[in-house]
Structure formats: structure tokens, C-alpha cells
């Protein structure tokens, strides 16, 4: 793993729920783009995420945050993330459950990155005892079937500079959970891209490739305290 300065100048060089998708027909199933398969002794990185972490608003797949990331790190990026997607909102869009597919992968993961959260803002009221739920039994089934992978949850993405009430009650329930089961927390994601609209695409709810390399940026960080 390289230091800190060397992955900055990369980073450098290389510069939501359905209704953010335009309705359901517009969200896209689960994509991997990382290739075949791991190179011999590669570190396996999972992501389980949204748009934000599928990379809709690039302009290349190689421009999302997790694909800088896992490409400076040299590891093997696993990222069936799905845009829309939250622990309740559109689960199983696509056919497929991402907690599945990040379980059963071969080889096992070494590191799982969670990056979910905000497309359950847009959910009822009614529905908070049922992301609450969900988002402890994601985290312990990724403990308890992937005991040695390194579980590591960030807080999830916001995109506007306005807030609902929901947005830090996820937060709290997401970090709470990630104490339970033990796994790594990151602070302060959803205020990443706060005051900056230049980092967002033409939807205005996107980052662009500018603001995908500040979340890796970020992310690098915030993994290299944590001692990844």
C-alpha cells in the first residue's frame, strides 16, 4: 500500500431512491465493472452501495470514487451496487439482493465498504422500525457469514445543503449498528460535498468526476486511519 502523498497526486491526476432515479424504469440493476477475477494475493474489496457508489454522474466507469480507489490500492473491486437502492427501499431491485451477492463471492472478500443509506430517506415514516431493522441484520449477516473481512461503514452520502429530519436519524442507526457488530465507522461522509455544486453532474443530485475524486480522496483518508 502506498503512502499518503503518492495516492494524493493520483487522486489529483485522475480528476437515489426511485424518485431521484426518475422512477424505477430509470434505475439501473446490479453492476460489476471490476473484470474478471483477482490477481493472486489481491486484496478483495467489496462495496455495498447506491448510485452514489455505482458511479451514475461519471463519465467513465473507472472515474467512481471506489474504482480510483481500488485502483490506486491495487485492489480487486467487487461492486454490484444499484442505483436507487437503500437497506429497504427497492431491495431486490434487479433480481438480485446485493448482501447475497457480497456473501457468496468467490474468492471471499477482505474488505466490505457500506455506503447505503440515503435513498431510504425518501421512504414513509411509517417505514423507520423496518430500515432500522435492516440495517442491523445486513451488518450481522456480513459478520457473522464473513467473520474475517474487514467491515468498514461510512455514514451515508447526502447530496443537498438542506437536510430532512431523516437524514440523521439513519445516520445515528447506521453507526449504532456498526458498534453492535464491532466494524470500522466513517464520520462525516454526508457532508463531503456540502458547498460545492461544482462537484455535482447536470442532475444536481450526482457527483461528477470531480466530486467522485474527492470522495475517493476522502475515503483514502479516512481507510488510512483506520489502518487500511
Given at each position: 500500500?502506498?503512502?499518503?502523498?503518492?495516492?494524493?497526486?493520483?487522486?489529483?491526476?485522475?480528476?437515489?431512491?426511485?424518485?431521484?432515479?426518475?422512477?424505477?424504469?430509470?434505475?439501473t440493476?446490479?453492476?460489476?465493472?471490476?473484470?474478471?477475477?483477482?490477481?493472486?494475493?489481491?486484496?478483495?474489496?467489496?462495496?455495498?452501495?447506491?448510485?452514489?457508489?455505482?458511479?451514475?454522474?461519471?463519465?467513465?466507469?473507472?472515474?467512481r470514487?471506489?474504482?480510483?480507489?481500488?485502483?490506486?490500492?491495487?485492489?480487486?473491486?467487487?461492486?454490484?451496487?444499484?442505483?436507487?437502492?437503500?437497506?429497504?427501499?427497492?431491495?431486490?431491485?434487479?433480481?438480485?439482493?446485493l448482501?447475497?451477492?457480497?456473501?457468496?463471492?468467490?474468492?471471499?472478500?477482505?474488505v466490505?465498504?457500506v455506503?447505503?443509506?440515503?435513498?431510504?430517506?425518501?421512504?414513509?415514516?411509517?417505514?423507520?422500525?423496518?430500515?432500522?431493522?435492516?440495517?442491523?441484520?445486513?451488518?450481522?449477516?456480513?459478520?457473522?457469514?464473513?467473520?474475517?473481512?474487514?467491515?468498514?461503514?461510512?455514514?451515508?452520502?447526502?447530496?443537498?445543503?438542506?437536510?430532512?429530519?431523516?437524514?440523521?436519524?439513519?445516520?445515528?442507526?447506521?453507526?449504532?449498528?456498526?458498534?453492535?457488530?464491532?466494524?470500522?465507522?466513517?464520520?462525516?461522509?454526508?457532508?463531503?460535498?456540502?458547498?460545492?455544486?461544482?462537484?455535482?453532474?447536470?442532475?444536481?443530485?450526482?457527483?461528477?468526476?470531480?466530486?467522485?475524486?474527492?470522495?475517493?480522496?476522502?475515503?483514502?483518508?479516512?481507510?488510512?486511519?483506520?489502518?487500511?
Amino acid at each position: 500500500m502506498r503512502g499518503r502523498d503518492s495516492r494524493r497526486g493520483v487522486f489529483a491526476a485522475i480528476v437515489v431512491a426511485a424518485a431521484l432515479c426518475g422512477g424505477l424504469s430509470a434505475c439501473t440493476a446490479a453492476s460489476d465493472r471490476s473484470g474478471s477475477t483477482p490477481a493472486p494475493g489481491a486484496t478483495v474489496a467489496a462495496f455495498y452501495g447506491d448510485s452514489y457508489t455505482r458511479g451514475t454522474g461519471t463519465s467513465a466507469p473507472a472515474r467512481r470514487w471506489s474504482s480510483i480507489l481500488a485502483a490506486e490500492r491495487g485492489w480487486y473491486e467487487f461492486n454490484p451496487s444499484v442505483d436507487g437502492l437503500g437497506f429497504v427501499i427497492n431491495r431486490g431491485l434487479g433480481g438480485a439482493d446485493l448482501v447475497d451477492l457480497i456473501v457468496e463471492h468467490e474468492p471471499p472478500p477482505d474488505v466490505i465498504i457500506v455506503t447505503m443509506g440515503l435513498n431510504d430517506n425518501f421512504l414513509a415514516p411509517s417505514e423507520a422500525d423496518d430500515i432500522e431493522a435492516a440495517i442491523g441484520d445486513d451488518f450481522e449477516r456480513f459478520r457473522e457469514e464473513l467473520p474475517d473481512a474487514r467491515l468498514v461503514v461510512v455514514e451515508p452520502f447526502w447530496y443537498t445543503d438542506e437536510r430532512p429530519d431523516s437524514v440523521e436519524r439513519i445516520i445515528d442507526w447506521v453507526e449504532e449498528a456498526a458498534d453492535r457488530v464491532g466494524a470500522d465507522h466513517v464520520d462525516g461522509a454526508s457532508r463531503w460535498l456540502e458547498g460545492h455544486p461544482e462537484w455535482m453532474a447536470a442532475d444536481g443530485i450526482h457527483p461528477n468526476d470531480d466530486g467522485h475524486a474527492e470522495i475517493a480522496r476522502r475515503m483514502d483518508e479516512e481507510l488510512e486511519r483506520l489502518g487500511l
